[in-house]
């Protein structure tokens, strides 16, 4: 069970932390040159499309979490995955207190202040994901 667990949590880690970079640098940005008509049919099918993609992986990295901390492999500690969990939770936190309100206004229409809050508060999750990615390849690497 550790190792299905780790493999889930390797595999969702990596890429929450390449569909973050993404939408942080190229997709957010984005938002801001859609035409006022357009963009609250572009931003229906960004929000429906990138949650199909996301909440799975988001799901599956939690339930992965959880499950390496209550048993880690045999050559780790604990304190590593409690870390990772953390990473997690403040990405989930961000995502649930800060983003989601965002979308919800953008949702309406485009909005410059709401969209710079979103751009500006994405970093959180940006840090929490590119975290995990780190610890992920540092407990990995002599592991090689």
């Known amino acids: 069970m ?7 949590n390797v ?8 569909l973050i970079w993404t939408i942080q640098v190229d997709v957010y940005p984005l938002f801001a040159h859609t035409g006022a008509q357009e963009f609250p049919e572009f931003h ?9 993609v996301v909440a799975p992986l988001m799901v599956a990295e939690l339930g992965s979490s959880i499950a390496l901390v209550l ?6 500690g604990r304190g590593p995955w ?4 953390a990473l997690v939770l403040l990405a989930w936190i961000s995502t649930a207190l800060l983003q989601v309100p965002a979308h919800g206004v953008l949702g309406d229409g485009f909005d ?13 999750r940006t840090a929490a ?12 690497a002599p592991r090689l």
């Open 2 to 8: 550790t190792e299905l667990a780790l493999l889930v």
């Open 11 to 18: 595999a969702t880690g990596f890429a929450l932390f390449g």
């Open 44 to 52: 229906r099918q960004h929000s429906n499309g990138i949650t199909r």
């Open 71 to 76: 048993t880690p492999p045999a050559w780790t």
């Open 82 to 85: 409690w870390l990772g969990l």
């Open 112 to 124: 410059a202040a709401t969209h710079r809050r979103l751009v500006r508060t994405n970093w959180i």
């Open 129 to 140: 994901w590119s975290g995990r990615a780190l610890l992920l390849s540092w407990l990995l």
